[in-house]
């Protein structure tokens, strides 16, 4: 158990409707990052927040945005759902994750796996 | 964008065999991690590499950060039954590639197995 939870663990949802996805990162962290694992592009790095403030920006689309709130947990929103955005969703979180150069161990959660019909 | 190359895809192991995995890129990065994922889990990070020609163990498991910052490899010697999972590297790139804490670069995976 990394101590990083996410919810829901699975979702199934519809071509053009909008989810959100929630994690709460390890008792102190202050960096909380989303990845989607897709069977045919691997992990891909979407955003990074840190305490609260957007950190780094990945293969984020449009159509999907995050925020990190007070108590520092993290909502991924995605809309306008497509076949294509089912994926697993990962949420990681780390100690700091404010400077380049140095790296911060990521923890990661155990995923949402999204199915979009 | 900066892409990494791991190979191979997947293998077959033996219990005791010791196994050799790789990636491979283009451009550089400053740091190279080795990471672990279990089916419905996600990953769990092996082995962190800092420095160029840097080579780090963690029991069986031995990585190596390549001199010219664009390789590193995994071997696990003598592999047991619970070494099966997908083992993934990911790179750090410099900051004037975009790099970040959290901008990190996956490769694809590498599918370890028992061999039947």
């Known amino acids: 158990d990394s101590g990083v939870t996410q919810t829901p663990k699975h979702l199934i949802t519809a071509t053009g409707q909008r989810v959100t996805l929630r994690c709460s990162p390890r008792?102190?962290?202050?960096?909380v990052y989303w990845y989607q694992q897709s069977l045919d592009q691997g992990l891909q790095f979407l955003i990074q927040y840190y305490n609260g403030e957007e950190r780094a920006k990945g293969n984020i689309l449009e159509r999907f945005s995050a925020q990190q709130f007070p108590d520092l947990h993290s909502e991924l929103n995605l809309s306008s759902l497509e076949l294509g955005d089912s994926a697993l969703y990962f949420c990681a979180s780390s100690v700091g994750g404010m400077a380049s150069g140095s790296y911060n161990e990521q923890f990661f959660g155990p995923g949402t796996r999204l199915t979009v019909l | 964008g900066q892409q990494l190359n791991q190979s191979p895809q997947s293998m077959f192991i033996q219990e005791g065999e010791d196994v050799s995995m790789n990636c491979t890129s283009s451009?550089?990065?400053?740091?190279w991690l080795w990471y672990k994922q279990d089916p419905g889990e996600g990953p769990v990070l092996l082995i962190a590499?800092?420095?160029?020609?840097e080579l780090t163990s963690n029991g069986r498991l031995t990585a190596q950060f390549g001199i010219t910052r664009k390789d590193s490899f995994l071997n696990i010697s003598a592999s047991i039954p619970s070494d099966v999972g997908i083992y993934f590297c990911?790179?750090?790139?410099?900051?004037?590639?975009?790099?970040?804490?959290?901008?990190?670069?996956f490769g694809k995976g590498t599918k370890l197995s028992v061999k039947p």
């Open positions: 451009s550089i990065f400053n740091t």
């Open positions: 990911a790179g750090q790139p410099p900051p004037f590639y975009g790099g970040s804490q959290g901008n990190l670069i």
């Open positions: 590499l800092y420095k160029a020609g």
């Open positions: 008792s102190g962290d202050l960096s």
